[in-house]
């Protein structure tokens, strides 16, 4: 069955829209087992859950990601205060973690 295994959660405003876009286009082409959830910070939706999930992982700047597990226990998060919040650091470690859990699955 089509299940998502992670979560990728992120935060972008009207600055990093771009960013958001190319994150879409990038799970929907290379990771379908990835959901992606994204909040707009400047929307009236979006602002309450953006400011929350920046705030339990101490971020301030925008865009903001952070990677889910099942359980939604952090995995990795990604800060743009440490340049660590684009699509292709995102994509790296999706690449890594997505490889980790299919070499697990062959040892059963």
Do not use: M, W
Request: charged share 25%; net charge negative; with cysteine.
């Amino acid at each position: 069955g089509n299940y998502h295994t992670i979560t990728l959660i992120t935060i972008y405003d009207e600055n990093s829209e771009n960013y958001f876009d190319s994150l879409k286009d990038l799970i929907k082409r290379k990771y379908p087992l990835v959901e992606l959830i994204g909040f707009h910070e400047n929307t009236l939706k979006g602002r309450k859950k953006a400011f929350q999930t920046k705030g339990s992982f101490g971020a301030r700047q925008t865009p903001f990601a952070v990677i889910v597990d099942l359980d939604k226990n952090p995995v990795k998060a990604f800060y743009s205060e440490a340049n660590e919040c684009t699509v292709d650091n995102i994509e790296k470690t999706l690449d890594s973690f997505i490889i980790c859990i299919n070499s697990n699955d062959n040892g059963n």
